[in-house]
C-alpha cells in the first residue's frame, strides 16, 4: 500500500549522510562540500557503496516569467514573499552520462537524486524521516527500493461534465523560445500542517522547487514535457481554507477556493501540497485529463517532507491531470502503476498525444543536462515490414536521432536491413525479411543516438499473419476429470481449470462427445503463452458451441484480457478488443438448449457474428487488438471476473477470418475442423492452337471445400464446340504431346479422367466436380480433404499445326475439408 510505503520511507530517508557515521540497510549520513553561492554550474561529490561519484549540475529553469511567492499574514490575507534565489539543477554522473541527477538547494543543503547503476535512485534527503538528525551538516543518502506502490491509495476523478472544457491560454510561460518539450504552468498551494513539516516559508518553497525538479527530470525524459512554477502559496499562518475531512473533501475545498479565491492566478493546473492526517489512506487524487482547465485543473499530494516519496505521489497525480490512468503499462514499475520514477511506453504515448493537444502549453527548450535519447517499442502487426523506428523516439535535450546499430537477426532467423533517411522527417528505418513461409511473433532490437552520442536500446516486435487459415487452438472439452484443459491444436499444450467446473456433460451433439458446466461464479480455465493464438491479432475467427442459463452481463467464453475475448453479453454474442472496440450481434441465443455461434474478424473491415451456420449480423471492425498478455482464459475474462454461465463445447479458434462455408461446415459436421486451402495455383504453358497464340487457359471457379461441393473447373480458348476432358494426376510435368504439352504426371497412382465435356460457341468448356462419383469418392483418385492434385484440359483441334488434339495450362489444386 502507498501510505504504508511513504510512512515506511519516511523512517529512514531524509538528510546526508556523514562518511564516518556507520551505514544502514538502507543508506548512511553523509557531509557534502557545497558551493556557497548558486551558480551557474557546479560538481557534486558523493560516495556511495565504495565509489566516489562526481555529478556536473547545471542550473535548470523551473520558475515562469509570472512566477511569485505568497504567504499569509497574521489574519490569513496573502502577502507578497521575496523568494529565495534560484536553486534548482540537472545534471549527468561524470564519466556515465546516461546516469541522471535532479538536485536543488534547500534550507542551506540539498536535496535530489542522483541515478544508481541499473536505473534506481540515490535520494538525497535533509532528515531521516522523523528521527534526529546527527550533525547539521549531516544528510541521509538512501537508494529507492520502494519497488512499487497499490495504486488502490490514489483516486483520479473524471469533471463533472466527463471532460475538461478548454480555457484561455495562460500567459506564464511565452517566451522561452522553440523547443521540443511542451511547457506548462503549474501553481500551488499548502495547507498549514504542510508547511509546518519544513518550517519555514523559504524552505518550503525551496522543498517544493525540489520536489517539481525531480519530477521534471521523468517528464522531460519520458513525455517532453516540463512545469515551471507561477504562483506558490505558504499557509504559514492559520487557520487555512481546507478543512473539510475526506479525500474528495479536501479535493472540494481546494477547487472551491481556487474557483473563488484564486481566479487571477496564472496557471494551466493548480496542485495542493498537505501533510494534514489521512482518513482513508489516500495519499493523491487527481482530476483525469484536465491540463488547460481553471476550472477542473487540479490535484493534491500528501507528504511528510520526504523528498522521494513526494516526488512518486506527484508526478504520479500530475500523470493524471495529464490524461494518464492507472496501470496502462503492467510490466514493469512506472510512475502511474508503483513508485518509479518512469512512465511505461503505453502511458508515454498516451501523455505525448495528449499534451500535443492541449492549447495552453507552449514549446521550450529541452533540458540543459545532456539525457540519452528515449526510444520506445516499436509494433508492426500485418504492414509491410517497413518500421519507421524513430517515429515515436525522442530526446529530452531535442536533439536529432539516428539508428546507431540493430540486430542483423531477428529472434527467430529473419534478416534485418536499414533504409537510412526514409522514415518520417528523413529519419532511419528498419526493414524485416522473414523466413520464408513463417508467420507469428518475431523481435529485434535497435539502438538509438543522439546529438551527444548518448545511446539507448528498444525492442521491435512483428506480428505476421499470412492468408492461410489454420486452427490455433482446439478445446475439445471431452474430459470427465476437470482439471487438464486439453487443446488438440497441432503443436499446442494443455492448460488447467480452476474453481471446479463440471466436465462429463451431455455434449452438444453426438459427435461432439462430452461438454463441461460452468456456474458463473468461479469456474474458468486457463492456458498459458505463449500460444498459437498470440499473433491473432490482424484477422480471427472463433466456433464454439454455446448452452447459456441466461445470466445477465459479460460472459466470456475465451479470450485474452491484453487482446481480444469472445462471449454473451447476456444471450447476444460479443466480440471485445483492446483497442478497444466492442461489437456485439443483434441476435440473441435459446437459453438451455445448445447453438452454434461462429464470430469472424479483420481489422479494418468487419466482424461477422453467425448462429447455427448462418450470417447473423455484422459490425465494423477497429484496427488490430493489443499484445496477447501470458494466458488465454475459458470461461472468464482474467480468472478474477466476467465468468460463463453454462455450458461450453468444441471450442475452435483460427489464425484468419473463415468464409460462410466453412462456418456451415462446423455446424453441420460437429467436431470436425475446417481449414483455407492455398490459392490454387497456374502453372507450365498452352501452347498455341488454332483459334489463339496464347493457347488455351485452365481455371476455377467456386471453394475447394469437399463439403460445400462447388468446384467448377474451366478452360477458354478452345475451338467452338469441340469436344474435352479435363483430367487430373498427383505430379507436374511438361512433356510435348500433340500440339502441346502434357503438364500432370501420374506418379505411382496414375491419371485419373473427369467425364467428356464439350466447348460452347464461345470456346469455353465447364465441369463442376463430383466429390460422390468417381474417380472423385474413391480409390486412388479419391479428391479427399488434405490432398493435392493437378488438373489439365486436354481438348480436340481438327485444325492444329501439326495433330487434332492440344492441351490447356495446368493447374495445381488443394481440397479442404
Not at 411 to 431: K, P, Q, R, Y
Not at 770 to 776: L, R
Request: hydrophobic share 40%; glycine share 12%.
Amino acid at each position: 500500500m502507498f501510505l504504508a510505503l511513504s510512512l515506511l520511507l519516511a523512517g529512514f530517508a531524509s538528510t546526508g549522510a556523514a562518511p564516518a557515521s556507520p551505514a544502514t540497510s538502507q543508506g548512511e549520513w553523509q557531509a557534502f562540500e557545497l558551493p556557497l553561492a548558486r551558480p551557474e554550474r557546479w560538481v557534486l561529490t558523493l560516495d556511495w557503496q565504495g565509489e566516489q561519484i562526481a555529478v556536473q549540475l547545471q542550473r535548470s529553469p523551473i520558475r515562469s516569467v509570472a512566477y511569485e511567492v505568497l504567504e499569509t499574514g497574521a489574519q490569513g490575507e496573502l502577502i507578497a514573499f521575496d523568494p529565495p534565489p534560484p536553486a534548482t539543477y540537472h545534471g549527468h554522473v561524470v564519466g556515465a552520462p546516461e546516469r541522471g541527477a535532479a538536485i536543488a538547494f534547500v534550507d542551506g543543503r540539498i536535496e535530489g537524486f542522483v541515478q544508481a547503476p541499473g536505473g534506481t535512485e540515490i535520494w538525497i534527503e535533509r532528515r531521516r524521516g522523523e528521527g534526529a538528525v546527527p550533525h547539521e551538516n549531516l544528510q541521509w543518502v538512501h537508494e529507492d527500493l520502494s519497488g512499487g506502490f497499490d495504486p488502490a491509495n490514489c483516486r483520479a476523478l473524471p469533471t463533472p461534465e466527463g471532460h475538461a472544457p478548454l480555457e484561455p491560454q495562460s500567459t506564464g510561460n511565452l517566451g522561452l523560445g522553440a523547443g521540443c518539450l511542451r511547457v506548462a504552468d503549474l501553481a500551488f498551494d499548502t495547507d498549514h500542517e504542510y508547511f509546518l513539516i519544513n518550517p519555514t516559508t523559504a524552505a518550503t518553497v525551496q522543498h517544493i522547487e525540489a520536489i517539481l525538479n525531480a519530477v521534471n527530470f521523468g517528464f522531460a525524459r519520458d513525455v517532453l514535457i516540463r512545469h515551471e512554477i507561477s504562483t506558490l502559496i505558504v499557509r504559514s499562518t492559520e487557520p487555512d481554507p481546507y478543512s473539510t475531512p475526506g479525500t474528495s473533501g479536501l479535493l472540494d475545498d481546494f477547487v472551491n477556493h481556487w474557483q473563488t479565491q484564486q481566479t487571477g492566478v496564472v496557471r494551466d493546473m493548480a496542485h495542493l501540497l498537505t501533510s494534514r492526517p489521512l482518513s482513508d489512506n489516500i495519499v493523491g487524487l487527481a482530476y483525469l485529463s484536465v491540463v488547460c482547465s481553471p476550472t477542473w485543473g487540479y490535484a493534491w499530494t500528501w507528504s511528510t517532507g520526504n523528498l522521494s516519496s513526494e516526488t512518486g505521489i506527484m508526478g504520479h497525480e500530475l500523470g493524471h491531470n495529464w490524461s494518464a490512468p492507472h496501470c496502462l503499462d503492467t510490466s514493469g514499475c512506472f510512475w502511474m502503476c508503483g513508485a518509479c520514477n518512469a512512465f511505461g511506453p503505453i502511458t508515454a504515448a498516451l501523455i505525448r498525444n495528449y499534451a500535443a493537444s492541449r492549447p495552453c502549453v507552449v514549446d521550450g527548450p529541452g533540458l540543459p543536462t545532456p539525457l540519452p535519447p528515449t526510444p520506445l517499442p516499436d509494433e508492426e502487426v500485418g504492414g509491410d515490414l517497413v518500421i519507421d523506428v524513430l517515429a515515436n523516439d525522442h530526446d529530452g535535450n531535442c536533439d536529432s536521432l539516428i539508428v546507431s546499430a540493430f540486430d542483423a537477426t531477428s529472434a527467430v532467423g529473419g534478416t534485418v536491413s536499414i533504409s537510412v533517411g526514409s522514415g518520417s522527417n528523413g529519419g532511419d528505418e528498419l526493414i524485416l525479411a522473414p523466413l520464408p513461409g513463417w508467420e507469428g511473433i518475431d523481435t529485434f532490437s535497435y539502438t538509438v543516438m543522439d546529438g551527444t552520442s548518448l545511446t539507448n536500446a528498444a525492442e521491435v516486435t512483428v506480428v505476421v499473419q499470412d492468408d492461410n487459415v489454420e486452427i490455433s487452438a482446439h478445446l475439445r472439452l471431452d474430459s470427465s476429470a476437470v482439471f487438464n484443459l486439453l487443446d488438440s491444436a497441432p503443436g499446442a499444450s494443455s492448460g488447467t481449470f480452476f474453481g471446479g467446473p463440471a466436465g462429463g456433460q451431455p455434449g452438444a451433439r453426438p459427435e461432439c462427445l462430452t461438454a463441461v458446466l460452468f456456474d458463473g461464479i468461479d469456474d474458468y480455465g486457463r492456458l498459458s503463452g505463449p500460444r498459437a493464438t498470440d499473433p491473432t491479432r490482424m484477422r480471427f475467427s472463433l466456433a464454439a458451441w454455446v448452452q447459456p442459463t441466461g445470466a445477465s452481463g459479460w460472459q466470456v467464453i475465451f479470450g485474452n484480457p491484453g487482446s481480444w475475448s469472445v462471449g454473451l453479453d447476456g444471450t447476444n454474442p460479443r466480440l471485445s478488443t483492446t483497442t478497444p472496440f466492442d461489437s456485439t450481434s443483434s441476435v440473441s441465443l435459446p437459453t438451455g438448449q445448445w447453438s452454434h455461434i461462429a464470430v469472424t474478424s479483420q481489422a479494418g473491415g468487419e466482424v461477422r457474428f453467425y448462429v447455427d451456420g448462418v450470417l447473423a449480423s455484422t459490425a465494423a471492425a477497429g484496427s488490430y487488438t493489443g499484445p496477447a498478455g501470458a494466458d488465454w482464459f475459458v470461461g472468464s475474462a482474467n480468472g478474477e471476473d466476467s465468468f460463463f454461465s453454462g455450458s461450453l463445447d468444441d471450442i475452435q479458434v483460427y489464425d484468419g477470418e473463415l468464409t460462410a462455408d466453412q462456418i456451415a461446415f462446423l455446424f453441420a459436421n460437429p467436431a470436425r475442423v475446417t481449414r483455407t486451402c492455398k490459392t490454387p495455383e497456374v502453372y507450365c504453358v498452352g501452347a498455341p492452337n488454332s483459334v489463339s497464340n496464347q493457347g488455351a487457359g485452365i481455371g476455377y471457379w467456386g471453394t475447394q471445400s469437399v463439403w460445400a461441393g462447388d468446384f467448377t473447373l474451366f478452360a477458354h480458348n478452345i475451338p467452338a464446340n469441340q469436344f474435352g476432358i479435363f483430367y487430373y494426376g498427383p505430379n507436374h510435368a511438361q512433356v510435348p504431346f500433340g500440339d502441346g504439352f502434357r503438364c500432370v504426371g501420374s506418379g505411382s497412382v496414375g491419371i485419373f479422367r473427369l467425364p467428356v465435356v464439350q466447348a460452347d460457341f464461345l470456346g469455353d468448356a465447364f465441369h463442376t466436380i463430383d466429390f460422390q462419383a468417381a474417380p472423385a469418392n474413391s480409390g486412388f483418385g479419391q479428391l479427399a480433404d488434405g490432398t493435392e492434385w493437378s488438373f489439365q484440359f486436354w481438348y480436340r483441334d481438327a485444325a492444329g499445326a501439326n495433330f487434332t488434339f492440344n492441351l490447356s495450362n495446368a493447374l495445381r489444386v488443394s481440397f479442404c475439408p
